[in-house]
């Protein structure tokens, strides 16, 4: 007896929905890709549960005629290319045909569609012992797909999915990619049934970014344009002092394609390095246009990655390209090199060097803390002078040595027990309550943790459409920029909800990463110098800390170089 066996149709799709579809909002992707290169001027997306309900798209184009829509939902099905030769070629975002028949194994699907001129439509119903229900439908131009009960019938991946506003927030970013992407088209998303993002089609780039993340968060960008005989790259980054604490709302598109890039991200952080404080990241919405010839979009299943037939010519140009938004009146000489020049290259990219500055959290790996032993005794320096060195450190002499103190660190962590501890951060009413609009994405979380927050002394009320009032903000926090805190404290609450185990401690997790995004935002912004004697209390505050020595990301705060290091250093030991 044979072992091989070619296994049944249905388990294909399912395995191959393994790779397409891992969560609702990749169906989202999937279909509005669909409807994008069917042409389509207005996209609606409805969604029931975070699209564990239903995942609903409809749009205005070409349709399908009856044959065509029963043969969409066969695997390999597709009308995008015909030959090898044009897998090169490649400018439609579908191609490998395994959407439709992928997503249907895994879901309830039904889908309307109609083509121009048709005199009757036609409805595909995938029913539960798979058949299909075929029957008409209205005339109305374009396609609807319903997408109900995302893996009612693989109950393993059903388990996986995360909590509703996790996926809702997964699902926004999406429609936010394609409609940056896709500028002169409408998008509209619904949730639950009231609408969380909604546009006409926009005149230019700048139009949707102000339609999407509003204007005031569009005056802090620079507009990134350069364009060579062979490639285009344009889009907005963060201006000098505009940084978030994470690396959300990095965006980058080949071709109109969203995608992760390390070649990319290395050449706009090694353009942004001298702007970017270490540990903050900018904020850029980057598009890229070379020949569909010199990009392989056939690498991913779900399409999320290119490969560059030159990498080093796109490093080098984008990198320009994104110099020069930062750096106004200046040119960058891009001339393709002979030779590849770039440090730390590798196969897939490029290797962190210096410019990819680690996040905060990464960073902590990095230090030798070992000097942190000195204090394991709890010193309580007796303090004299301080000396300020450079922007952030400080130096003292105690009886044991010389102590180095990096101020910012030791701030964020002196602040972080307070939060914790709800010490000091009695809430401050705010003279003039702030009207802040985030993007839906960020919003949802915040009123979703809106007592927690609270907790913390950021009193918030919701006012609607994704805008809130902060009624009261901790006194340290007096002067901060609130927009960017709020932005940085939605990215903890989605980190925690996305990454957070689910026991008891969630709770706690939750609290201190909001904490210590918090403490640092205010540390980060304050650049004040302290005078002696602030710099005696947040000595002495340093040493009641729990854990005095290290900041809440893992930095030291303080190092000694105790007499005894002083004497092996300069060789009498
Ligand atoms: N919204 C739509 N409007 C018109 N045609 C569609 C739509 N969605 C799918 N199709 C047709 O069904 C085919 C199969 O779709 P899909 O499974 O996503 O594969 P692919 O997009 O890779 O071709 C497409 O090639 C297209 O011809
Ligand atoms: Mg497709």
């Known amino acids: 007896m044979s072992n091989i066996a070619i296994l049944p149709d249905l388990l294909i799709n ?58 969409s939902l066969e695997r390999h099905a597709t009308s995008k290319i015909e030959t090898e030769d044009q897998l090169f070629d490649i400018s439609t975002l579908g191609f490998r045909g395994e959407a439709l028949p992928a997503i249907s194994s895994v879901s309830k699907l039904t889908l309307i569609s109609s083509a121009e001129g048709a005199e009757t439509g036609v409805k595909i119903e995938i029913s539960a012992n798979r058949d299909k229900v075929i029957s008409d439908a209205p005339p109305l131009k374009g396609t609807t797909v319903e997408v109900r009960d995302i893996f009612y019938n693989t109950p393993a991946r059903r388990k996986f999915l995360k909590t509703i506003p996790t996926e809702l927030s997964h699902i926004i970013n ?27 089609a926009a005149a230019d780039l700048k139009e949707r970014f102000v339609q999407l993340y509003g204007d ?26 505009v940084t978030r604490a994470s690396r959300s709302h990095q965006f980058i598109f080949v071709n109109s394609r969203p995608v992760k890039n390390a070649t990319i991200n290395h050449a706009i952080y090694s353009a942004c390095r001298d702007e970017i404080p270490n540990g903050k990241h900018p904020v850029y919405f980057l598009f890229l246009e070379v020949e569909p010839r010199n990009v392989d979009v056939n690498v991913h299943p779900a399409k999320l990655e290119v490969k560059f037939e030159r990498p080093d010519d796109i490093h ?44 905060v959290g990464e960073a902590s790996e990095k230090f030798d803390i070992s000097q942190t032993d000195f204090f394991s005794s ?115 609450l989605i980190e925690e909800d996305t990454t957070g185990i689910r026991s008891e401690d969630a709770g706690e997790a939750l609290l ?35 854990e005095p020595d290290k900041c809440p990301h893992g930095r030291p705060t303080r190092m000694l170089f105790s007499i005894n290091d002083l004497q092996k250093m300069f060789k009498r030991k």
């Open 174 to 200: 999406t429609v936010t990619q394609k409609a940056f992407a896709y500028t002169d088209i409408a998008f509209t998303l619904t949730h639950n049934n009231s609408e969380i993002m909604g546009f006409n």
């Open 316 to 359: 080098r140009f984008v990198r320009a390209g994104v110099y020069e938004a930062l750096n106004p009146g200046t040119e960058v000489d891009v001339t393709p090199l002979p030779e590849p020049v770039w440090p730390g290259r590798s196969e897939g990219g490029y290797g962190p060097v210096r410019a990819e500055s680690p996040a």
């Open 378 to 492: 709890g010193i309580t320096p007796d303090v004299r002078d301080f000396f300020h060195i450079g922007e952030s450190f400080i130096a003292t002499t105690t009886d044991e040595g010389l102590l180095i103190i990096d101020q910012h660190a030791a701030h964020e962590r002196i602040l972080y027990e307070k939060f914790l501890r709800r010490e000091k951060v009695e809430p401050e009413e705010l003279f003039m309550p702030a009207r802040i609009d985030l993007p839906p994405r960020e919003y949802n979380f915040v009123i979703k943790q809106r007592e927690v927050l609270k907790g913390l002394g950021l009193e918030i009320e919701d006012f609607g459409k994704n805008n809130l009032i902060v009624r009261s903000m901790p006194q340290e926090l007096h002067k901060t920029d609130v927009r960017g805190l709020l932005m940085d404290v939605a990215e903890g």
């Open 14 to 71: 399912k395995i191959a929905a393994g790779e397409v579809v891992e969560r609702p909002a990749s169906v989202v992707r999937e279909l509005v890709d669909n409807a994008i290169d069917a042409g389509a001027t207005r996209i609606d997306v409805e969604i029931l549960h975070g699209g564990k309900k239903l995942i609903k798209v409809a749009d205005n184009g070409s349709g399908m005629d009856r044959d065509d829509a029963i043969m």
């Open 216 to 241: 005031k968060m569009a005056d802090e960008f620079l507009s990134i344009n350069k364009e060579s005989k062979a490639m285009r790259v344009y889009g907005f980054v963060s201006s000098p002092g």
């Open 512 to 546: 201190k990463n909001i904490a210590a995004r918090l403490a640092c935002h205010r540390s980060v912004r304050g650049r004040e110098q302290l005078n002696n004697e602030e710099m005696t209390v947040m000595m002495s505050d340093l040493e009641k800390a729990d």
